[in-house]
């Protein structure tokens, strides 16, 4: 029963976590806007959702390493791991090298807030209609 709960909320979860790790990007893009030379960095979410989910499966273990060698130790990512990170290409560049376009940077942190938000009040009414569902009459 455990393991049907977990397979069930395991898409929520992984989807929480990229989304949490692409506010930090996002963030530190934005702390580092003065920075000389610095290069900013997004994900493509999508690309890495399908993997955590499809890599991970129902049984929520999360991104896995792939292992080149059987002679390899097998091991699971690190959550706080920066997987897929990109560089951005800049639309025009600065001369101190540095890529960071703040509107860009202040509509995707935006627009992440927002769906990060939407998926915790998804993530909150499918747990209050399972709750719902557990309550005797």
């Known amino acids: 029963m455990i393991d049907q709960l977990e397979a069930a909320f ?34 493509d979410f999508a690309a890495e959702l399908k993997k955590a989910v499809g890599k991970g499966g129902a049984n929520g273990q999360g991104l896995a390493l792939a292992r080149t060698s059987e002679r390899h130790m097998a091991g699971q990512g690190a959550p706080g791991a920066q ?18 376009d703040m509107d860009r940077e202040r509509t995707a942190f935006a627009d992440n807030s927002v769906r990060y938000q939407a998926a915790l009040t998804i993530l909150n009414s499918r747990i209050q209609g399972l709750k719902s569902a557990m309550q005797p009459e």
């Open 83 to 100: 997987h897929g990170l990109l560089y951005r290409v800049p639309e025009q560049p600065s001369l101190d090298g540095n890529t960071v």
């Open 10 to 43: 395991h898409y929520h979860q992984q989807a929480l976590g990229l989304r949490q790790q692409r506010h930090k990007v996002l963030a530190s893009n934005i702390a580092n806007a003065d920075t000389p030379g610095y290069k900013a960095r997004d994900m």
